[in-house]
């Protein structure tokens, strides 16, 4: 019972955790292309989006990390899974990338809209 309710609670964490994590790169992330969006500098805007993409990819390989040490996945459970999440998070990552393309386009259309 003891050590259910501690894998419990590190599982707990590790999700508190990884939300942590993601919420702080979804706002650096908006942050950047909005900074990118208003920059007139190409070479900038290739700079900030090529760091957009290398921290969203710490962040996923992170998310994974923790994901295995918390579920402690057999070799047959982790064979079968694994290509089950990875199709997950490509799904996850259009459907983000659409949000960010959503958020640019509102930042620049934001001053022609009408009421």
């Not at 290739?46 to 760091?51: C, D, F, G, R």
């Not at 899974?81 to 930042?107: C, G, H, M, S």
């Amino acid at each position: 019972m003891e050590k259910t309710k501690t894998v419990w609670m590190l599982a707990l964490a590790m999700l508190v955790f990884v939300l942590g994590v993601l919420a702080q790169d979804r706002t650096q992330a908006k942050q950047a292309a909005v900074q990118a969006a208003t920059s007139p500098n190409s070479d900038t805007q290739k700079n900030t989006q090529e760091y957009i993409e290398l921290l969203r990819s710490d962040v996923r390989q992170q998310k994974a990390e923790v994901l295995g040490a918390v579920m402690q996945l057999s070799a047959a459970d982790a064979a079968k899974f694994w290509p089950i999440y990875a199709e997950y998070e490509a799904e996850l990552t259009k459907l983000n990338d659409l949000r960010v393309a959503n958020i640019q386009e509102y930042a620049r259309t934001y001053d022609h809209m009408t009421d």
